[in-house]
């Protein structure tokens, strides 16, 4: 089952306003990250934020973390076309033995920014 | 070099042929990743390889079969494959968990797969 459920599942909005992305998570997590995806192309990441923060930022983007709620959210700034995408958040509560780590990914936002 | 590297970018089957998609990175992660997704969908994943040790199988049918001939190449072989595995399939890498760096996944940028 789907660790992180978004909403909105899709979301148009005009170049210059912000655009907010929500994701909700069920069991304890190390850390949240939000990835990007181009129309079929690979994920691009965009920020992790660690269980213990509750906000962070790196340019244009502004993520917050509720840990009691179990819920995140990504805020873009000053939207622009080039940020018409596919916006993933990924959880990370799951250690593995042998090594490296295992995301499990949110439904997505599909966001278009239109001119 | 921050890139991983997918070939080919689009491979149409047939449900008898064998054919194999491959990895590459040179960032000296010691982790990497297949995922398969299908449209507007998020990425589930297949296998974690650790080490150039299987880590993870995510109860994969055996018709994909994964393989890692060393630390910068994962490769991943199909085998009579089914029109439902039809798909983006996702090659990731990412630093080793165990020292404590970097969970961030780095992703390619897929191998469309057409299966008739």
Redesign the interface.
């Known amino acids: 089952s ?1 660790q992180g459920e978004e909403d909105p599942q899709a979301l148009s909005i005009q170049e210059g306003e912000n655009a907010t992305m929500n994701c909700s998570y069920k069991t304890s997590i ?2 949240l ?1 939000w ?1 990007r995806q181009n129309s ?6 965009l920020i ?1 934020i660690r269980s213990n923060e509750r906000e962070k930022h790196s340019g244009r983007l502004r993520v917050t973390l509720d840990t009691s709620k179990k819920s995140s959210s990504l805020l873009i700034t000053a939207s622009r076309a080039a940020d018409t995408a596919s916006y ?1 958040c990924a959880t ?1 509560g799951f ?14 936002t ?1 966001l278009k920014v239109e001119l | 070099d921050t890139e ?1 590297t ?1 070939t080919p970018k689009h491979l149409v089957m047939g449900m008898t042929n064998k054919k194999s998609l491959k990895c590459e990175q040179h960032m000296g992660h ?4 297949w995922y398969k997704q299908k449209a ?6 297949m296998f ?4 150039e ?1 299987l ?2 199988n995510e109860s994969v049918p055996s018709r994909f079969s994964p393989e890692c001939p060393n630390s910068s190449l994962l490769n991943l072989h199909l085998h009579a494959l089914q029109p439902e595995d039809s798909a ?1 399939y ?1 090659c ?1 890498s ?1 630093q ?3 020292t404590g760096l970097q ?8 191998t ?1 797969l057409l299966v008739l």
């Open positions: 789907q190390n850390n990250q990835y079929g192309r690979g994920l691009v990441h992790l993933f990370d250690v593995l033995t042998g090594g490296g780590n295992k995301l499990t990914f949110g439904t997505g599909q | 991983v997918q010691r982790a990497m990743y507007k969908k998020p990425p589930e994943l974690v390889y650790s080490y040790k880590s993870i983006l996702l990731a990412s080793d968990w165990a969970e961030t996944q780095y992703f390619g940028p897929g469309r």
